[in-house]
């Protein structure tokens, strides 16, 4: 141990300490913890008990092997997975906790999503374009400084890694958009600088917009009636081996230009050269979701966003009676949720206004599979299947149905997050050995953080210093409202 971390771990003492109260005596573990056999050099994995949510459905006291690779390995019935490893560590939640994949949230924009929403934010924008430019003599709102992480840059490396443990405790495992913190959680994006190989895990071209940066000029002349305006080609028809995943459509449905993005990005699919998903499309029909369910391309959805800035979100009952795959994603924290649970709280919303049905389950695949599948990932993560990447969450049963339980879990619900098998969040109910790396307890947060303050070499005092002015980890009070 370094002299920099036996000081932290005093501080981490101490904060526990304060935390748990003089002469607290630790509860007993929630869930029975076997560690792994002494196996020299091999790795035997753990074995995790819990209610599953596979993608055909729930499994009660079901078994998950992770392996030591932080991979998926046989996913079968508990007794089956304990026989067949028995030298595996074994953590016995059935009954107690359900398992299911981490959330992807397909559409994000970390670099700039430690900030609050501007006091001027209101669901007035026809377009973005308004909001971003001032279009339509509208007043533009203010774009946070892109954080970029960096060693010489604590603040900035330690509120870009506040933004990913907020998503983390969120529920989320992989987050996509440009920026971010290394090695936290999952992160999605497009190679393009040498630093791009250690922060994004995988591509997906998650540049904004495809056809220009002021939509709302460039179509004018064709919104008053001239002739169509021709964009510029695009630069992006190299890269049809990743999912395209830009903002189309966002803007009111009575937008010319919105709907303008729509028309041209809806013909541009038609060629089935690539994965294509459409951020927003706030300015979408029921003739729209047709094409979209008949050239697979997913919905990237962020309702609170949507009616933050412009008052109006897709026509969800239309949406869902097509089929066309829908994705729920957080946008950015100055109009969109702050974590993926809060948007599945304002999706809600909208479907009970709409009298749309959304189940717990549609949600969940929504959250999940759905966002894999936006990214064209969906071999990699996003369900519980053998051979896709260990990126789990375990969540407390509250009882009756367990997509409810992942949904709905408040921070004390949450057990453990696993991002390609490392625990990086791990409730004080288990067993602490379930993590190789040092946990910390950071003030008000209630699963304790592992191994992430230690490779910034930061005390959980000096952390909380640092982020001190961002949009904290587990506080969502100040998030923009979701108003239907
Ligand atoms: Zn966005």
């Given at each position: 141990m370094t002299g920099l971390s036996g000081v932290r771990g005093l501080r981490t003492a101490a904060l526990i300490s304060i935390v748990l109260g003089a002469g607290a005596a630790p509860a007993q573990p929630l869930c029975e913890f076997t560690p792994a056999a002494d196996t020299g050099p091999r790795m035997p994995g753990l074995i995790i008990g819990a209610d599953a949510l596979l993608p055909d459905g729930r499994r009660p006291g079901h078994g998950v092997h992770v392996r030591g690779n932080g991979g998926i390995g046989r996913v079968t019935d508990f007794d089956t997975l304990r026989t067949a490893y028995p030298d595996a560590a074994v953590l016995d939640c059935r009954g107690l906790a359900v398992l299911s994949p981490g959330f992807v949230n397909a559409h994000e924009h970390p670099?700039?999503?430690?900030?609050?929403?501007?006091?001027?934010?209101?669901?007035?924008?026809?377009?973005?374009?308004?909001?971003?430019?001032?279009?339509?003599?509208?007043?533009?709102?203010?774009?946070?400084?892109?954080?970029?992480?960096?060693?010489?840059?604590?603040?900035?490396?330690?509120?870009?890694?506040?933004?990913?443990?907020?998503?983390?405790?969120?529920?989320?495992?992989?987050?996509?958009?440009?920026?971010?913190?290394?090695g936290v959680i999952r992160n999605i994006g497009r190679h393009e600088r040498p630093g791009d190989l250690a922060l994004y895990d995988a591509e997906a071209d998650v540049r904004t917009f495809p056809f220009s940066f002021s939509v709302v000029e460039d179509l004018a002349d064709e919104c008053r009636g001239g002739p169509a305006h021709t964009f510029p080609p695009g630069e992006d028809d190299d890269l049809t081996f990743m999912a395209y995943v830009p903002h189309v459509g966002e803007g009111r449905a009575a937008s010319c230009a919105a709907r303008a993005e729509v028309a041209r990005y809806l013909e541009r699919v038609r060629r089935r050269d690539r994965r294509y998903s459409l951020v927003h499309g706030v300015a979408t029909d029921r003739d729209d979701y047709a094409v979209m369910r008949e050239f697979d391309v997913t919905l990237v959805w962020s309702p609170r966003s949507n009616?933050?800035?412009?008052?109006?979100?897709?026509?969800?009952?239309?949406?869902?009676?097509?089929?066309?795959?829908?994705?729920?994603?957080?946008?950015?924290?100055?109009?969109?949720?702050?974590?993926?649970?809060?948007?599945?709280?304002?999706?809600?919303?909208?479907?009970?206004?709409?009298?749309?049905?959304?189940?717990?389950?549609?949600?969940w695949r929504m959250a999940t599979a759905s966002g894999a599948y936006a990214l064209g990932l969906e071999d990699r993560f996003g369900t519980i299947r053998p051979g896709l990447r260990a990126d789990l969450m375990l969540v407390r049963h509250a009882g009756g149905d367990p997509y409810e339980s992942v949904l709905t879990a408040g921070g004390e619900d949450v057990l453990a997050m696993w991002v390609d098998g490392?625990?990086?969040?791990?409730?004080?109910?288990?067993?602490?050995?379930?993590?190789?790396?040092?946990?910390?307890?950071?003030?008000?947060?209630?699963?304790?953080?592992?191994?992430?303050?230690?490779?910034?070499?930061l005390s959980p005092v000096r952390f909380a210093d640092l982020t001190r002015d961002a949009v904290p980890v587990n506080d969502v009070r100040r998030q923009a409202p979701c108003e239907p």
């Open positions: 670099a700039t999503s430690y900030a609050f929403p501007d006091p001027n934010l209101h669901p007035g924008y026809a377009h973005r374009d308004e909001w971003r430019l001032g279009a339509g003599g509208k007043t533009p709102l203010p774009i946070p400084e892109r954080y970029r992480f960096a060693p010489e840059n604590p603040r900035m490396s330690a509120v870009l890694t506040a933004v990913e443990l907020r998503h983390l405790l969120g529920g989320a495992t992989t987050i996509a958009g440009s920026g971010g913190a290394p009616l933050a800035l412009y008052g109006e979100t897709i026509d969800l009952g239309a949406a869902l009676a097509s089929g066309v795959r829908i994705a729920l994603s957080t946008d950015w924290s100055p109009s969109g949720s702050l974590n993926m649970r809060e948007e599945v709280r304002c999706a809600r919303r909208v479907a009970e206004a709409s009298g749309a049905g959304l189940s717990a389950e549609a949600l490392r625990a990086l969040l791990l409730s004080p109910a288990l067993d602490a050995r379930l993590s190789e790396r040092e946990c910390a307890t950071l003030p008000g947060v209630a699963p304790r953080v592992c191994g992430v303050l230690e490779d910034l070499g």
